[in-house]
């Protein structure tokens, strides 16, 4: 089987370079070619094109930005023509509707679809201990699962296409929401003159902690944001999807649309490349 993988940014290139490891057959495609020489150096044929990458493919994994590439890529006329008997797995964060209508464009090409999103972020991806989250067929699953189990252990089939996404899209909200919590009282102790490591203390003993707060801290004493696994603008997408595909449910969505204001108010400020806990720098006023 020919592998192609679309998309080697943050994310896609440690998780192609599991697929090289395991000594599986890949085809790579980016827009920037220069972020390809690793693979290529590794073994990855380069595809000159997204057209030819799913001509020449079997299985086309897919982990770009958003929707809208997916489209743009996967859906052209030409590309279209080719997806006659290819598998796509798709594996970016978007919406569970995005995702249930790719699959009936896919399907009505004559292609195969499953959804297959990833919780973690770069350092998962390079030691291969992404959680992976399948929505499609019992089928599909046993199909694909020896594929998928290179970027993680935990292969998990949540349910038909879309229930994955939806998964995952509720977990990154909770990225969004619980980090801004934690801004919002680290900022708020720093104020009132309590030591940070005692509040750090008590929290670690309570059932409030979540480890993330232990990941984000020194980054938010030190305002440092570079060298993001996630990043501002990245979590800003993600938390407007959530807005947007719970509000029609008749949900609540104060919460995610505060913390979307919060996070566009760092985007502002010229923080959309830097790694998300840069909310920090909006919750604290005294920040730089």
Known sequence: MQIGLIGTGLMGLPMAQRLLDAGLSLTVYNRTSAKLEGLKEKGAAIAPTATALIHDCDCIILMLTHATAIREILLSDTNRAYLIGKTVIQMSTIAPSESRSICEKV????????EAPVLGSIPEATAGKLIVMVG?????????????????????????????????????????????????????????????EQFMEIL????????TFDKKLQRMLDQNYANPNFPTKHLAKDMKLFQAEAEPLGLDVHIPAAVNQILLEAINRGLAEEDYCALFAVMNQTSK
């Open 107 to 114: 399907v009505a090409a004559g292609g195969d679809y499953l």
């Open 136 to 196: 499609g067929t019992t089928e599909q699953f046993e199909t694909y699962q020896p594929i998928l189990s290179h970027f993680g252990a935990t292969v998990r089939l949540v349910g038909e296409v879309g229930t994955a996404s939806a998964l995952k899209l509720a977990l990154n909200q909770m990225i969004g929401s619980l980090t801004s919590a934690f801004a919002t009282s680290l900022s708020f102790i720093q104020q009132e003159g309590v030591e940070v």
């Open 204 to 211: 670690r003993g309570s059932a409030l902690y979540a480890p």
